[in-house]
Each structure stands twice: as structure tokens, then as C-alpha cells.
């Protein structure tokens, strides 16, 4: 083979070999994305058992300023504290009972090795319960908006893509009938951790996070789009 050919076989390997990587990041942002999604509608019918099961097993859920750490952890959040209070304990979907959860405007951004990835989400939320369901969660409103952002992580464990920590922000929350302008957030930040409150975290974080009307940025994982490139981000 002649020094040109060989050249150009080189090119030519280094060029599918670049190819096939870019290919498989864009499987890993689809997998992440599928990931994300499908937790998004296990919630919306309070199926926790499912939700449960994308976590890593050493994986975490931050909600309303605490961590809940492991399997162990991010059941006791989702089964015992959410399941708990919205269905009695029971999988949804439930009579009466709303919790749509909308997933959207996700950028994703995958490690070089494609073992791990991270990932921001958008949510808007619609939830409630009819006025004919027998049991209406304490504190609950009976029609509300909320919405959130994601700013996750995530890991591959035994060949899938799991969630490693899933951080989830309220940003502001609604009555239905009242609208933001006159609502305070029903929820409020954690105060006590488990096990003294047997509902609480693992561990708080180190500042509260205070829900609607106060506001608050939340970081992005990701560098900006035109700036960064050129070395001015």
C-alpha cells in the first residue's frame, strides 16, 4: 500500500471512528431522555415501585432541601411519604386524583466516556383531586399548578441508564383559582431529617431552599452555547 493510500485509509478509519462515537452519544441522549420521560408519566399515576427502580442503587433524590440517599432513601420519599399521602399506599392511578407532570425543553450533555451524563429538565405540573373523591389529602389544594426545574445526574449500571441524582427545584407554585399572585407555595423546605422526622431526608442541605414568591437561579450543568465555544464563557 502506497504512503498515500495508507494515508487515506487512516482518515478514513479515524472518520468512522468518530462517527460511531458521535452515534453513540446520540443513543445515550436518547436513553436519557426516554429515562427522564418515563419517570415523568410513572408519576403522573403515583406508580412509585417503577420509579423507584430507575434510581442507581447508590442513587439520590433532592426535594424541598434534603437528600434522600440510596434505594432505601428514595423510597421513603416516593413510597412512604407520596404514595402514602396521595393514594393510601396504593399504585395509581387513583379516582379523582390529578398529578400530570410535564417533561420538557431537556438539554442533555453526555461524559466522553459515556458512563455517565447530566441533564436539565423543564416541568409544569397540574394537579388536584374531584370533588367527589372520598379522600382529599390534608393541605393538599384541590387545584393547583406547579413548576419546577431538573437539574440531574446520571450513571450506566448494569448496561442501562439509570438516575445517579435527580435534583428537582420548585420554582413556583398556583392555586387554580387564585393564580400565582396571590399564592404562597405549599410547599416549604424540609427542616428536620430522618430519622427524627420518620418522612425526612437523610441529610439537609446546607441552605433552605425557599419556595414561591421568593426566587432563586439554578446553576445550569452546561456551558453556554456560543460564548463558551469561543473561549469568552
Not at 446520540?26 to 420521560?37: G, K, M, T
Not at 407555595?185 to 425557599?210: I, K, S, W, Y
Amino acid at each position: 500500500m502506497s504512503e498515500e493510500s495508507a494515508t487515506a485509509t487512516a482518515a478514513l478509519l479515524a472518520r468512522i471512528d468518530g462517527l460511531e462515537r458521535r452515534l453513540g452519544e446520540l443513543e445515550d441522549v436518547s436513553a436519557i431522555r426516554r429515562l427522564h420521560f418515563a419517570y415523568g408519566y410513572y408519576i403522573d399515576l403515583c406508580q412509585y415501585d417503577e420509579v423507584v427502580d430507575l434510581f442507581a442503587r447508590d442513587g439520590e433524590a433532592i426535594f424541598l432541601s434534603g437528600i434522600y440517599r440510596g434505594h432505601a432513601g428514595v423510597a421513603r420519599l416516593y413510597k412512604t411519604w407520596f404514595q402514602e399521602f396521595f393514594t393510601h399506599g396504593k399504585p395509581g392511578p387513583e379516582y379523582g386524583f390529578l398529578l400530570d407532570h410535564f417533561q420538557m425543553q431537556d438539554i442533555i450533555t453526555v461524559a466522553p466516556d459515556r458512563q455517565s451524563a447530566k441533564g436539565r429538565f423543564r416541568c409544569l405540573l397540574a394537579g388536584g383531586t374531584h370533588n367527589s373523591r372520598e379522600y382529599q389529602p390534608e393541605g393538599l389544594p384541590a387545584q393547583f399548578y406547579e413548576a419546577g426545574i431538573y437539574e440531574n445526574e446520571y450513571v450506566v449500571e448494569d448496561g442501562a441508564w439509570k438516575i445517579k441524582r435527580l435534583d428537582y427545584m420548585v420554582q413556583w407554585q398556583a392555586d387554580y383559582d387564585k393564580g400565582w399572585h396571590h399564592t404562597v407555595a405549599h410547599l416549604q423546605p424540609q427542616v428536620t431529617a430522618f430519622p427524627e422526622n420518620p418522612l425526612g431526608p437523610d441529610e439537609l442541605l446546607p441552605e433552605q431552599r425557599q419556595t414561591w414568591p421568593h426566587r432563586s437561579p439554578v446553576p445550569q450543568h452546561y456551558a453556554h452555547p456560543v460564548l463558551a465555544p469561543r473561549g469568552r464563557g
